[in-house]
């Protein structure tokens, strides 16, 4: 069983930054898929970028390409996903996810039965 915490959201205007994190605890030691998902007002869910924490796989939407940055932190069990330059169209509930390993082969889809989700960190950017 893996607990995520999302951490890190907030309010800025368009062209800022914001680094949000997702404290990962419980059975940190298995390897996972982990992965940024968002949904905004009236949305679906979407993908952000997917990492494999043991490395050596990472998916990014092409929205967030050039712009978003996934990394993990192994010996912190913690997700980071910095964005810049963000965009009022970037405005949503922000959410950290892990799933089985072989999810990271492909740009992460809420279609996919991700086993673990946390409970969100909201970002809004106004223009």
């Known amino acids: 069983q893996v607990r995520l915490a999302e951490s890190g959201g907030g309010s800025v205007q368009a062209g800022g930054s914001l680094r949000l994190s997702c404290a990962a605890s419980?059975?940190?030691?298995?390897?996972?898929?982990m992965a940024w998902f968002r949904q905004g007002p009236g949305k679906e869910r979407e993908g952000v970028a997917s990492?494999?924490?043991?490395?050596?796989?990472?998916k990014v939407a092409d929205f967030a390409k050039g712009r978003f940055t996934i990394s993990y932190d192994n010996a912190a069990a913690t997700l980071y996903l910095q964005m810049t330059t963000l965009k009022p169209t970037d405005t949503a509930m922000y959410y950290c996810?892990?799933?089985?390993?072989?999810?990271?082969?492909?740009?992460?889809?809420?279609?996919?039965?991700?086993?673990?989700w946390g409970q969100g960190t909201q970002v809004t950017v106004s223009s």
């Open positions: 990492i494999y924490t043991a490395g050596g796989s990472l």
């Open positions: 419980g059975n940190t030691h298995s390897d996972y898929c």
């Open positions: 996810a892990a799933g089985p390993a072989y999810y990271c082969y492909m740009t992460p889809s809420a279609s996919q039965s991700w086993e673990h």
